[in-house]
Nanobody, 125 residues
Framework: QVQLVESGGGLVQAGGSLRLSCAASGRTFNSYAMGWFRQTPGKEREFVAF????????HYPDSMKGRFTISRDNAKNTVYLQMNSLKPEDTAVYYC??????????????????WGQGTQVTVSS
């Protein structure tokens, strides 16, 4: 069992930056690859970023490459999402998630086992 708690969301102007954190409970954090997703009302949950167990592999959708950076600190049981050059269309609830899937990269929300409660990010124009 893994419990995830996100923090760091808030209101930011377009072009600004935010850093989200996701703290995980338990001693098996490094057994899970981690992902960030986001969701707006009426839309499906959207993949944002992936990082593997050791932190050596990351993956992003093309729309977020160069703006978003995922990282993890296994000693602190924490995964981060640095978001730069934010746009109003980045406004959403952001979720971190943990997956035990063996695939090298996992982008489907259905393959994630544990989810945080989400943190709101609002980007004003």
């Amino acid at each position: 069992q893994v419990q995830l708690v996100e923090s760091g969301g808030g209101l930011v102007q377009a072009g600004g930056s935010l850093r989200l954190s996701c703290a995980a409970s338990g001693r098996t954090f490094n057994s899970y690859a981690m992902g960030w997703f986001r969701q707006t009302p009426g839309k499906e949950r959207e993949f944002v970023a992936f990082i593997n167990r050791g932190g050596s592999t990351t993956h992003y959708p093309d729309s977020m490459k160069g703006r978003f950076t995922i990282s993890r600190d296994n000693a602190k049981n924490t995964v981060y999402l640095q978001m730069n050059s934010l746009k109003p269309e980045d406004t959403a609830v952001y979720y971190c998630a943990a997956t035990s899937a063996p695939a090298p990269i996992t982008t489907s929300a259905f393959r994630y086992d544990y989810w945080g409660q989400g943190t709101q990010v609002t980007v004003s124009s």
